[in-house]
């Protein structure tokens, strides 16, 4: 129960900062479906971006992409999906 509430709260998290398209594959990339891109799950499921743009869009440098970094990122061209 507490994980299905939390998914709902972080899809409507999701949903305020991130397009569509954009939002699924931040889901899909959160293997381990903590909210945030490690730098493991983001290199897997991206490989476009670097360790470098990684760090850069790690915005409080807390060694994680949650899903805000994530948007900025990306509308900031610092990471691209492909
Ligand atoms: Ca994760
Ligand atoms: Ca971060």
Same mark, same amino acid.
């Given at each position: 129960? =507490?994980?299905?509430?939390? %998914? ?15 939002? %699924?594959? +931040?889901?899909?990339?959160?293997? @381990?479906?903590? !909210? ?9 499921? +991206?490989?476009?971006?670097? %360790?470098?743009? +990684?760090? #850069?869009? #790690?915005?409080? =440098? #807390? !060694?994680?992409? @949650? %899903?805000?970094? +994530? ?12």
């Amino acid at each position: 129960m =507490k994980r299905v509430a939390s %998914a709902l709260a972080l899809a409507a998290l999701l949903t305020s900062s991130l397009a569509h398209a954009d939002e %699924a594959a +931040f889901l899909s990339a959160d293997v @381990n479906g903590d !909210g945030m891109l490690s730098a493991e799950e983001a290199g897997e499921a +991206f490989p476009s971006i670097s %360790a470098d743009s +990684f760090a #850069d869009a #790690d915005l409080d =440098k #807390d !060694g994680s992409v @949650n %899903a805000e970094e +994530f948007a900025s990122a990306l509308a900031a061209g610092t990471i691209a999906l492909q």
